[in-house]
T-cell receptor
Framework: NAGVTQTPKFQVLKTGQSMTLQCAQD?????MSWYRQDPGMGLRLIHY???????DQGEVPNGYNVSRSTTEDFPLRLLSAAPSQTSVYFC???????????FGPGTRLLVL | DAKTTQPNSMESNEEEPVHLPCNHS???????IHWYRQLPSQGPEYVIH???SNVNNRMASLAIAEDRKSSTLILHRATLRDAAVYYC?????????FGQGTRLTINP
């Protein structure tokens, strides 16, 4: 199993540009989530999904969109990037959300 | 979500035991106590979790106070690879809510 994979590893954007951060898992997990981690801080939940077709907001959802059309994939979209969205983004998955969550390696995003 | 309180940082020596404390005085009866750690430049990884009884696994031990208002993660013999930020998280629902964690430094 590849586990949780994220692409790209690193991205530089200009203010106002849009992009999609990709997250995929091959463990047949129903629960997937996106976090952001700012320097020196803990992780904050952006959006999560309990299964295909179902998404919900976390602690810091503004500026981000998600969809879950398949069990395997959970992309995170930035519609109009802002410097405040400079951060490291982590995707995680688990069977139902109540069990151990497995994290991807992260995407480092710099918005100029 | 119930909150946890951890020291910002701790330091220990290689091959010595490490006790990482966590206070959670507002824990509810259905909250599990989870520990994750984050090695430098990596995503968090699961360490251990428990509800009421002490727990052991290949990575660590978790000691839970009888009133469940505090817990301690025990690394029995720290190695340099254990240098990381350790997060104590109360989990009653599906979401993981991270605090600041404890930055553990291991001296050779």
């Amino acid at each position: 199993n590849a586990g949780v994979t994220q692409t790209p590893k690193f991205q530089v954007l200009k203010t106002g540009q849009s992009m999609t951060l990709q997250c995929a898992q091959d463990m047949n997990h129903e629960y997937m989530s996106w976090y952001r981690q700012d320097p020196g801080m803990g992780l904050r939940l952006i959006h999560y999904s309990v299964g295909a077709g179902i998404t919900d907001q976390g602690e810091v959802p503004n500026g981000y969109n998600v969809s879950r059309s398949t069990t395997e994939d959970f992309p995170l979209r930035l519609l109009s990037a802002a410097p405040s969205q400079t951060s490291v983004y982590f995707c995680a998955s688990s069977y139902s959300g109540y069990e151990t969550q497995y994290f991807g390696p992260g995407t480092r995003l710099l918005v100029l | 979500d119930a909150k946890t309180t951890q020291p910002n940082s701790m330091e220990s020596n290689e091959e010595e035991p490490v006790h990482l404390p966590c206070n959670h005085s507002t824990i509810s009866g259905t909250d599990y106590i989870h520990w994750y750690r984050q090695l430098p430049s990596q995503g968090p990884e699961y360490v251990i979790h428990g509800l009421t009884s002490n727990v052991n696994n290949r990575m660590a031990s978790l000691a839970i106070a009888e009133d469940r208002k505090s817990s301690t993660l025990i690394l029995h013999r720290a190695t340099l690879r254990d240098a990381a930020v350790y997060y104590c998280i109360l989990k009653g629902a599906q979401k993981l809510v991270f605090g600041q964690g404890t930055r553990l430094t291991i001296n050779p």
